[in-house]
């Protein structure tokens, strides 16, 4: 089994410009997920990608062409259901 890379909330701050305050407040209020040694706190490899994760924005311009491309694809299905009957 190997260990997981810990990366210290203050070298996630200063990486991704997110105030160190900031950050450790929410890591308090377990808003989350997080490993605590001590005082100290951590982010797994699979913790820093979920964190972002839910942090990762989506432009109305990229919803917008997932949903036209959702109803197209709909519409393909029902069009050859309608000439294989």
């Known amino acids: 089994?190997?260990?997981p890379r810990?990366?210290?909330l203050?070298?996630?701050?200063?990486t991704y410009s997110i105030p160190l305050r900031s950050l450790m407040e929410r890591a308090c209020r377990r808003e989350f997920d997080h490993i605590r040694i001590g005082k100290r706190r951590y982010l797994t490899d699979d913790q820093l990608t979920a964190f972002l994760a839910a942090h990762t924005v989506e432009s109305?311009?990229?919803r917008d062409?997932?949903?036209a491309k959702a109803r197209l694809a709909?519409?393909?299905?029902r069009g050859a259901a309608a000439r294989a009957a």
């Open 1 to 3: 089994m190997t260990l």
């Open 6 to 8: 810990l990366h210290p």
């Open 10 to 14: 203050s070298e996630v701050a200063s």
């Open 60 to 62: 109305r311009r990229a």
């Open 65 to 67: 062409l997932a949903e």
């Open 74 to 77: 709909r519409r393909r299905r």
